[in-house]
């Protein structure tokens, strides 16, 4: 595993990790976002195992290999994630700015945000205003 883990087989990166029995802390669960697209998954796993022991790394892909500019990295430890993000937050990775936060499901993110109705006008004149919108 430590050998063959996140090498290119046939072209595409394969990843390795133990089977585990006990389920993840979703605290120490990362998301990060605007990933420089030649960064490959071992870049991503090195970029991250100074700050704690990762229990899963993934890189997107799109279907041809390519990056999709974000990944997940998945710590044993909840200090380990949030030293992670204190310390990469932000920072210039390339030419890109990463972005770097404690990744939720779609279904906690939407319970913890406002709802909005989005309403379209059309054919408004030119010169209204947003006072008069």
Known sequence: MREMNNETINGKQIVLNKKKEQDFDSKANIIVRNLPKNMDQKGLMELFQQYGKIGSCKLEVFTDGNSRGFGYVQF???KSADDAIAAL???MIGE???SVAIHSKKDEREAQSEK???LFVRN???NYTEDQL
């Open 124 to 126: 408004l004149p030119t």
């Open 89 to 91: 937050k932000n920072t």
């Open 96 to 98: 890109n700015v990463i």
């Open 76 to 78: 044993l430890e909840q």
């Open 116 to 118: 909005f109705t989005n």
